[in-house]
């Protein structure tokens, strides 16, 4: 294992280096070029070291620079337009990686550092089978024949943990779930005995039950193996189970680096400390999330003090009422027959004016079909949702027009659900076009003014187009869209899901006070259950489109009933450790 | 959150591809040829220029000035010499008409001003009857450009009409629509033309309609599939969702996000439908012969390649290849303008 190390002393070309680092990255300074003038500079001088047979966790938000370094390591930045600094260095075993020919380096990927990326679907190609693809992965670094290849794969497969990988190895990608896709991944990550494992938001995309498994399989191979795993993350809860050192980054610039129990135990760097802070915990509900902000400009001592009651009293007024709600897709089986899919099956549920009703549960558990049924984005095949009296799924679809400003949805993707050719003025005021809401444009400008304003957003903003604006800030956008038409219900369909934490914290705290002050009913429909247990009053959980337990949030979280919500709740990162 | 105070509108979208657009060499040059090729169309169209390109101005076959040397028997290289045709005393006896010659030559000088000249020498060269060809081809250019024109606004206003109602609605809407569109598309094109043009007879006005009425079918397809892209994105949900109508959806929503692909499509359509107008015309189902356009200009050429007058084939062949190499380029480049994710090579 150690020959290549001893070579390189041998030779001279190592640097005097302890023999404990793997990886030293110095001082490592990266810009982009965008146009002729632009220049975007995504690392400003990052240095860490990830020593022999260790973790270590690379965390930050979007923008930070996390990923970049990685793929600096890997050699995949796009040559054309990235400018590596002169005096960067990434000495790996002894050697600058950032001095090798690209032949050198396409030589070292794969063999002694791997990677595996966020989203398992898309990098599998989807017309290989999964063994066709280990079995190329192998061969191009070792001298072997396809057939003892193909016998490795199997072995890799069943190592980490896909059942029955002598079948297995011969199925398309798409016949693989997402966590055995992941899976078959870091097979192919691990098939040359990597040194170095850099793992690029390997759970992101994945439900928590799975990323569990994954987190361990990953932990597990790191002893068999004897490598060193540098895990990028946006997740700090995550990283506190599984991290040996902590590198925390912000705008490509490292803000505090140690071992991970000093990192979290003690936290230096204000911006640890905020976003240790602003992530919701599921032992405590404070009236206002701290954000970034409060600990930059030294306000954390300011918050408002106490913790937050939850939870509904019979007696509280219903205002949606849904019962035996019944969602299924039919698709074609051959040429005649037709197979219903069901989504989403008998559920039955009560939410109650000014309160929040959280719906959790996996990807493919129907929590988002149920959302879009109940405004009727979707159509229904059964049960009633009763709003005012009536019966919403039995009206027509003019008489259900009146209605629809009164239930409002706020969707996951604020770079989707913001039409690209509007303004935010034109996406302001059509609502309000639309429902004859106030009587001139002029007062319509007025009030989409004041409501910019109250989501946190400059007047000027009315004039700008969506692209302008980053994800919290068109998440906004949208909140105040559905603001212009006062609705009674609003359904939030994981609207915080895609935010970085920070800003993540901000939204929440803009969806309580609108709560506060309106008096709306919320349906916070998330995969998150940290974020679900903080805003929520009452707490659904579905699976596989049934509705497998319904309670007050406390007494849900407290005390679970159902064995998956059990599964669930001991699934999520950091719970246990507080 | 600052004010800035800068009420002002932002960019567009449609102002940055304008802005991405002029940063292209290749499509400011192409745009400047194509504003030549318009301004003169459209004076053509006034009719400051070309207006007598029928008219007999030169002799026949006059030469081009850039090849005044080609044999011509009533140009300059003539064989045939004025100076042998004078009438002596001999030609008299035997010519009935010659006691009329000096009547003849006093009429000719009286009204010297009023017979035209006809030119041996013409910038572009003339054709059969003498007409310039410089003048013809103008004419030609700018009927071929404004069916070019006229038609793929037609096709392309139906194709998006129909891919949009078809692409939005899916089901029922989406399958009787598929039927015209594979009914239209299992016809050979030239058939369906020529089916179109002998019920609705000659005429430019035909021509326009028959290429727009079978050349929708690549737009509907493209638009039908990008509405049905987009009618499950999260934007259109959301405008379901506060109470927008169908129709506004369709084309106040989605419209302006496909609308990029609707200017690619017209200013490719542009360029096959001036090649269908030649193809049409040279089989002599396209422009009425008392009209000109470059189709007939290439079918005109046949008969004079054979005793080698080539000048009308060079220029308007000449003519049109600038334009349509210059407006494929153009096409090209505002594809590139257009498409945001193209603009960081």
Redesign the interface.
Known sequence: MHSIQSRAADKGWGLKMSDDVLLDVKNLQVTFRLGKQERFTALKGVSYSVPRNSVVALVGESGSGKSVSAMAIMGLLPRANTEISNDSQLIFNGVDLLKESEGELRDRCGKEISMIFQEPMSSLNPVYKVGEQIVEAICLHKPMSKLAARKRAIELLDEVGIPQPELKIDSYPHELSGGQQQRVMIAMAICCEPKLLIADEPTTALDVTIQKQIVELLMKLRQTHGMSILFITHDLELVREIADQVVVMHNGVIKELGEASAVFDHPKDPYTKALLACRPTLDSRPIRLPVVDDFLQGREGELPKGERARGVLPTDPIVLEVKGLRKSFTAKRGFFQKEEIVAVKDVSFKLARGKTVGIVGESGSGKTTLGKTLIRLHSCQGGEVLFDGKNLMALSQKEFQPYKRRLQIIFQNPYASLNPRFTIGDILLEPMRVHSILDSDKDRTEHAMALLKRVGLAESAFFKYPHEFSGGQRQRISIARCLTMKPEVMICDESVSALDVSVQAQVLNLLQELQDEYGMSYLFISHDLSVVKYISDEVLVMNRGEMVEFANSDELYHSPKHPYTQKLLAAIPGRGNH | ??????????A??WIQAWKRLLADPVARICGCILAIYLVVALLSATGLIAKGWNDEVGVSYANPVFAPNEPNPEGDTSLIREDASVTDDETKAIDPLAPKYEEIAKLERTNADKVTVLQRLLPLGGDKTGRDVLAKTIKAGQISIAIGLAASFIAVFIGVVLGAFSGYFGGKVNDALEWVYNVFTSVPYILLVLAFSAVLGKGVGTVILVLGMTGWTGTYRLIRSEYIKHRD???V????????SHL?MMFL?IL??V?HLILIQLSQEVISFIKAEVVLSFLGFGVPVDLISWGIMISDVRSELVIGKWWQLASCATAMSVFVVAFSFFTDSLRDALDPKSS?R
């Open positions: 959150m600052s004010m800035n105070g800068t009420n002002t509108r932002s567009s979208f994105r999260d934007y949900q959301a405008a379901n969702a506060i109470g927008a506004r929503h302006p996000n609308s960081r």
